[in-house]
T-cell receptor, first 110, second 115 residues
Framework: GQNIDQPTEMTATEGAIVQINCTYQ??????LFWYQQHAGEAPTFLSY????GLEEKGRFSSFLSRSKGYSYLLLKELQMKDSASYLC???????????FGTGTKLQVIP | GAGVSQSPSNKVTEKGKDVELRCDPI?????LYWYRQRLGQGLEFLIY????????KSGLPSDRFSAERTGESVSTLTIQRTQQEDSAVYLC?????????????FGPGTRLTVT
């Protein structure tokens, strides 16, 4: 079966850095997505990691370790608008299917 | 270009009625997913279509739920004899499955309320 774990909720201060972790146990792993979902809106794509290492995209970076089944999303210089849910999702080979974790609700406080 | 569209955006129905939700994926996207999201909850996978392969129906919660997709075009999700627990936002997403770009593009969702 597939198992994807993320913390349910996190709180961080405006201007700070926050790391949201995701661990997974899946078969046929191809890559890992991070999505952002603001309340009442559809998820939007943030990043896709296939190879081990850190990929940086502006204030957001995503890290993957395939051997450890581990990823994190790093948000720097937090802004109030970053308050949202962050969804980790695994792309499985073979059937080419994406499976989502339950998401981490991040609250940014002043 | 147009993104994923869904209709209706909102649907209020009485318990026991059937409803049909529609999803228009991005043209050329071979993969199409339906998800259910209850208030404050994560995405619950319902069904997955990939090209002409048999759909993955493993997420459908009961036999009251069914979905169809003709080729790589429009998909409809049908819920028969709706129950109050079916109230949720139903999200559709489409993606490519070749060329190295597999990100899902989500539609705005259909908010279903069963009274």
């Amino acid at each position: 079966g597939q198992n994807i774990d993320q913390p349910t909720e996190m709180t961080a201060t405006e201007g700070a850095i926050v790391q949201i972790n995701c661990t997974y146990q899946t078969s046929g792993f191809n890559g890992l997505f991070w999505y952002q979902q603001h309340a009442g809106e559809a998820p939007t794509f943030l990043s896709y990691n296939v190879l081990d290492g850190l990929e940086e995209k502006g204030r957001f970076s995503s890290f993957l370790s395939r051997s450890k089944g581990y990823s994190y999303l790093l948000l720097k210089e937090l802004q109030m608008k970053d308050s949202a849910s962050y969804l980790c999702a695994v792309y499985l080979g073979g059937y080419q299917k994406v499976t989502f974790g339950t998401g981490t609700k991040l609250q940014v406080i002043p | 270009g147009a993104g994923v569209s869904q209709s209706p955006s909102n649907k209020v129905t009485e318990k026991g009625k059937d409803v049909e939700l529609r999803c228009d994926p991005i043209s050329g996207h071979t993969a199409l997913y339906w998800y259910r999201q209850r208030l404050g909850q994560g995405l619950e996978f319902l069904i997955y279509f990939q090209g002409n392969s048999a759909p993955d129906k493993s997420g459908l919660p009961s036999d009251r739920f069914s979905a169809e997709r003709t080729g790589e075009s429009v998909s409809t999700l049908t819920i028969q004899r709706t129950q109050q627990e079916d109230s949720a936002v139903y999200l559709c997403a489409s993606s490519l499955t070749s060329g190295g770009t597999y990100e899902q593009y989500f539609g705005p969702g259909t908010r279903l309320t069963v009274t």
